[in-house]
């Protein structure tokens, strides 16, 4: 089986091989950060759309849906702080000619020291057994705490350089901790400089600055600007939300890791509007319903944890990420942004139109408060992919691929096989497929072996196979093979409708 190294690179090649993810433009040789969703793939994150979907606005009264276009007035971007301060503190190395976020390349060496620690704790743990107190030693080591002391030294440091946009001494404090260049080991670098993250295009009719529009980087502005015409026809109240799922550009630096930070990506993002001064409260409800909502599908709990903005993006007072523990370590999967009114008190100035609330208990209006949950649907692809994909030696010299998926989030959920292609068994079985596949999406196949089948089954992560013999045509039963522990029962066809339908249905997840 593969170490965990390998692994990741072979959770790349199995979503080519099995129709999930392509690059884009593949006999061009691909284009850099860009991905194509293939048959498998789009059915995974359609289902993963749904999920989200479900959850915030079908089973909150108080969330509504929107969907806005990519493109939007030039000053919506002015407006938002995008055309002044969405940039990325960008460092090229002179020798390897490679470019690098500064912020990133500081981040990798705090992760270097943290790991020390962790192999400190590691050696201590075992050195003491059931007696070890990993707190107390945390706090009392003198190792960690000189390390940790490093750490919280750094990132003061890189929070300042952020704040006062001292690029000057970002460069120096990278030229101190003494960072190469990870692919070249060079330590010959440009100085530091802001480089904005927004793609731009023009307007047929319309020449120069006038006519220039970007490709929206994120989806929440489409939310905002769209404030006031869902206040009037939706008849929410404060505190309510909107959600809307769509594309988003960015022009990434640091574009690797697969599909984790791509130049086109989709976002799940919801805004929700609220009193001012009521945003801490609703900063935590949301942060604590979010990890809910990722912890519920099942892929543990250890593999999340929040982390908190040291430095907030230029529209928040406080952000957090929800962080997955992917095949290349801990990331951030999900943001949560307590947003105050920063983008409502924007679009009004610059828009000139009132963008405020009449609050009927207090009997003022106000431009309302905003808590925001972002959600990159291609990180929760790679998420729920890293999460699921099993390499398993089965004992007897033989192995498989196997997609532990969410029946929910599976692209096929149930495939339908005729033992053989005689004896009227694939009429039978076919009989079954029509009816299964009015309510979940299923496959019909004759092809190879039972066992082939089960794998290539196993291999896109389809729950249940239903098998039609020759005992079928006696008794009306079939068997149905369940994917993770490979069991198989015989059961009447009524009973196994009704079984595929309660397995793979919403409930089970949304409740
Ligand atoms: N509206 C707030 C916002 O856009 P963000 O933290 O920049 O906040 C939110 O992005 C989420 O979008 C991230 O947590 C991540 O899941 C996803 N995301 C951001 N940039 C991405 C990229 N280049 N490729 C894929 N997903 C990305």
Not at 206 to 220: H, Q, S
């Amino acid at each position: 089986m593969a170490q965990q190294d390998d692994l990741f690179k072979n959770l790349v090649s199995h979503s080519k091989e099995y129709g999930f993810v392509f690059p884009s433009s593949e006999i061009y040789d691909g284009l850099g950060a860009v991905y194509d969703y293939g048959p498998n793939g789009v059915e995974l994150k359609n289902n993963i759309k749904l999920y989200w979907w479900k959850s915030m606005v079908q089973m909150h009264e108080n969330i509504v849906g929107l969907d806005t276009a990519i493109f939007m007035h030039p000053k919506t971007w002015k407006a938002s702080g995008h055309v002044d301060a969405f940039n990325d503190p960008l460092i090229d190395n002179k020798d390897s000619k490679k470019r690098y976020r500064a912020d990133v390349l500081v981040e990798e060496h705090i992760e270097k020291i943290n790991q020390k620690i962790l192999k400190d704790v590691e050696k201590a743990a075992a050195k003491f057994g059931e007696a070890f107190n990993e707190a107390e030693f945390r706090s009392t080591n003198p190792n960690v705490l000189r390390r940790q002391e490093e750490i919280n030294k750094i990132e003061a440091r890189m929070k300042a350089c952020l704040e006062n946009e001292d690029l000057a001494d970002f460069k120096l404090m990278i030229e101190e901790l003494g960072i190469a260049d990870p692919l070249s080991g060079s330590k010959n670098w440009t100085d530091v400089r802001q480089f904005n993250l927004m793609f731009n295009t023009q307007l047929g009719n319309i020449a120069g600055e006038e006519g220039k529009l970007y490709l929206r980087p994120e989806t929440a502005q489409g939310i905002f600007v769209n404030f006031l015409n869902v206040l009037n026809t939706s008849r929410q109240r404060i505190p309510f939300g909107i959600a809307q799922i769509g594309k988003a550009f960015r022009n990434e630096i640091v574009a690797r890791q697969f599909i984790f930070r791509m130049r086109e990506f989709e976002q799940m993002e919801m805004q929700f509007f609220i009193r001012p001064g009521e945003q801490a409260k609703w900063y935590e409800y949301w942060k604590e319903t979010r990890a809910k909502w990722h912890k519920n599908l099942g892929f543990g709990e250890e593999k999340y944890r929040f982390h908190d903005h040291l430095k907030t993006a230029h529209y928040a007072d406080a952000a957090a990420d929800i962080e997955f523990e992917f095949p290349f370590g801990f990331k951030e999967l999900e943001g949560i942004h307590s947003r105050t009114d920063f983008d409502l008190s924007q679009h009004q100035d610059l828009s000139g139109k009132k963008l405020q609330y009449f609050d009927p208990e207090l009997n003022e209006s106000y431009v309302p408060f905003v808590v925001e949950t972002s959600v990159g649907l291609d990180r929760m692809f790679l998420a729920t992919l890293s999460a699921c994909y099993k390499e398993e030696d089965l004992g007897d010299g033989n192995s498989r691929v196997v997609l532990s998926l969410p029946p929910v989030l599976a692209p096929v959920k149930v495939a339908i096989f005729p033992l053989t292609k005689k004896d009227g068994l694939p009429d039978k079985a076919r009989e079954i497929f029509n009816r299964l596949r009015l309510d979940l999406n299923c496959q019909y196949e004759e092809k190879d072996n039972i066992g082939k089948r089960y794998r290539r089954q196993d291999a896109i992560g389809t729950p249940y196979c239903i098998t039609v013999d020759h005992q079928t045509l006696e008794d009306n039963t079939v068997t149905i093979r369940e994917r993770d522990s490979m069991a198989q029962e015989r059961v009447s066809v009524e009973r196994v409708i009704e079984l595929a339908l309660e397995k793979c249905s919403w409930s089970k997840v949304l409740k």
